[in-house]
């Protein structure tokens, strides 16, 4: 559920990782005033639909603000600023209601080889934006794992990199956009694959009058990918990517044979082991990007008529891809 207060973690999670400290003090002076006038002009919804992104920080700042404080101040005080957090929460609650009922959904399509950096640059962009970055890839591993009907059909095919099909994953996407995280828009990385399924989710998106808006294509020669590929680790549960030489965990330890210890292969942020896919061989790579330039390239001509398909030079190190990346999202 996209609740208010999934909201507020999303734009928490993203004040606590900025690495730009003037435009989280910008953010908080303006969110500051946004919280002091919040309270006699929050019913004005011009105000608060250009302020939405603000609010949305300033609500986390406030709660914050109200915890830490809560052990030092009166009651009377902590009243009053939970109150006055109770009206900012309730007003962008209001405003997110009608953004999720006036406004088109924001419908993207992460596009790219394996390797290319989807999953590097995917959840970046869910924190930019608030939308939620929904893998094929992951919830397909994921049925694998826990051996459901689509997991057992899909578990041979994907250790020999071949495509799982176009009726499951079809499936699966038609249900996980209708849930409530979802309703201003979501990000598609490793979906659509083919033909038929990109005319499958135009159809569904049909249904309700939407359409794809944007599709970042990640650009980035075959040479370069078996090396990412192969020295690939991920975190398995939040789908985080690492790399033995590009983007090690801080805990990697080599051994006497140069080659990276796996136990000592651990999520930065949870401490939690990583793991290697096992379809993340040279062998099954050959396969994937066969499936990738006969199968998945020809989705770009289908959407490029509707002047939506913006490329990103891949081949470069992850600050310079994000720097295009962040180009692409923009208005012009
Ligand atoms: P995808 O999701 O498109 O398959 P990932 O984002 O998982 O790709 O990236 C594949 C591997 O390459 C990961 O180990 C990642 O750390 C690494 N990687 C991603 N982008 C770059 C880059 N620009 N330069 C070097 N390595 C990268
Ligand atoms: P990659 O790193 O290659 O982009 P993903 O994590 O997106 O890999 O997908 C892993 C595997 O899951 C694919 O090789 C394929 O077997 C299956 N898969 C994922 N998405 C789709 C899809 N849209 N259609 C068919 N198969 C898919």
């Known amino acids: 559920m996209f609740t208010s207060t999934s909201a507020l973690r999303l734009a928490s999670r993203r004040i606590a990782t900025t690495s730009t400290r003037s435009v989280s003090s910008a953010s908080s002076s303006t969110a500051t005033k946004v919280v002091k006038e919040g309270s006699s002009r929050y019913a004005n919804e011009e105000y608060l639909r250009k302020a939405l992104p603000l609010l949305l920080a300033s609500g986390v700042a406030i ?35 009608k953004f999720a009922k006036y406004w088109p959904r924001n419908i993207m399509i992460l596009f790219g080889p394996p390797g290319a950096g989807k999953g590097t640059h995917g959840p970046k962009i869910e924190d930019l934006l608030g939308i939620p970055q929904l893998s094929t890839g992951d919830m397909l591993r994921a049925a694998v794992a826990a051996q459901t009907e689509v997991g057992k059909k899909a578990q041979a095919v ?139 390239v020809p989705i770009l001509n289908h959407y490029s008529p509707n002047g939506i398909v913006k490329t990103v030079n891949a081949n470069q190190k992850m600050d310079g891809v994000w720097g295009e990346v962040l180009d692409s999202l923009s208005r012009k």
Request: aromatic residues 4%; proline residues 4%; hydrophobic residues 35%.
């Open 158 to 296: 994907m250790k020999a990199g071949g495509l799982v099909s176009d009726d499951i994953v079809v499936g699966i996407i038609r249900d996980r956009i209708k849930e409530d995280d979802c309703k201003f828009g979501f990000i598609l990385d490793g979906f659509p694959r083919t033909l038929v399924q990109a005319q499958a989710l135009d159809k569904m998106l049909a249904e309700e009058g939407a359409s794809v808006t944007k599709v970042i294509e990640l650009q980035v020669p075959d040479e370069v990918l078996e090396e990412r590929i192969c020295g690939r680790w991920i975190h398995k549960s939040s789908g985080r990517s690492y790399h033995v030489k590009f983007a090690p965990p801080k805990s990697m330890q080599v051994g006497d044979d140069g080659k990276p210890i796996a136990e000592s292969m651990k999520d930065d942020e949870t401490g939690e082991p990583l793991m290697q896919r096992p379809d993340d061989t040279a062998s099954a790579l050959v396969k994937r990007l066969q499936g990738y330039h006969n199968e998945t």
């Open 63 to 97: 709660v914050g603000a109200s915890q830490l404080s809560s052990n030092n101040e009166t009651s009377t005080t902590t009243l009053c600023r939970s109150k006055s957090s109770n009206k900012v929460e309730a007003a962008i609650q209001q405003t997110k209601d």
